[in-house]
């Protein structure tokens, strides 16, 4: 199983452009999340699903958009980028119904806004 | 709100020597606790994982971690600590809810080994 696959891995944004983050997991897990972590404050929620077509926001959500239109994917859209998206975006995944109570993390998207 | 404390920024230990790293969780009802790892541009890989049952745990790489209501701790510890654990640490807290295991991290420990 590839987990979590997140892409791309790097991208350096211009200010006011927009882009989507994709990561897709193989694991058929109802639960995803995108976090962002910036150095030294740990990782915050952007936003998360509970299945398909249900989203919700997480602490910091300004800026972004989701959709899940399939369980596998779950992207994450960012309309007009800002130096302040400077950051690691971290997709995860877990299931408590089939015993992942943990959530599994892709490799991360390392975006740079200049 | 649930919360995590990771008191100790960074931490250096010389290889060999043992290791306690600190976690303090804050939330109402019984947390469920988690370890995780992060080697430098790289993902975060679970550790160890605490839910119920007995409070001492253990887990991957020969990490354990003990749970203790009394203190809301959940500190993390090995016995002699290798080069290759060089990495940044982080401590979460979650809760099941109707949102899954929504995950309230720590800001992390990073550790430094010297050889």
């Known amino acids: 199983n590839a987990g979590v696959t997140q892409t791309p891995k790097f991208r350096i944004l211009k200010i006011g452009q927009s882009m989507t983050l994709q990561c897709t997991q193989d694991?058929?897990?109802?639960?995803m999340y995108w976090y962002r972590q910036d150095p030294g404050m740990g990782l915050k929620l952007i936003y998360y699903?509970?299945?398909?077509?249900?989203?919700d926001k997480g602490e910091v959500p300004n800026g972004y958009n989701v959709s899940r239109s399939t369980t596998e994917d779950f992207p994450l859209r960012l309309e007009l980028a800002a130096p302040s998206q400077t950051s690691v975006y971290f997709c995860?995944?877990?299931?408590?119904?089939?015993?992942?109570?943990?959530?599994?993390f892709g490799q991360g998207t390392r975006l740079t806004v200049v | 709100a649930q919360s995590v404390t990771q008191p100790d920024i960074h931490i250096t230990v010389s290889e060999g020597a043992s290791l306690e790293l600190r976690c303090n969780y804050s939330?109402?009802?019984?947390?469920?606790l988690f370890w995780y790892v992060q080697s430098p541009g790289q993902g975060l890989q679970l550790l160890l994982k605490?839910?119920?049952?007995?409070?001492l745990v253990q887990g991957i790489k020969g990490f354990e971690a003990e749970f203790k209501r009394s203190q809301s701790s959940f500190n993390l510890r090995k016995p002699s600590v290798h080069w290759s654990d060089a990495a940044e640490y982080f401590c979460?807290?979650?809760?099941?809810?109707?949102?899954?295991?929504?995950?309230?991290f720590g800001t992390g420990t990073q550790l430094k080994v010297e050889l």
């Open positions: 995860a995944s877990s299931d408590p119904g089939q015993g992942d109570t943990e959530a599994f």
């Open positions: 694991m058929n897990h109802n639960y």
């Open positions: 699903s509970v299945g398909a077509g249900i989203t």
């Open positions: 939330y109402g009802a019984t947390p469920y």
């Open positions: 605490y839910f119920s049952g007995d409070t």
């Open positions: 979460a807290v979650g809760a099941l809810t109707g949102g899954g295991n929504k995950l309230t």
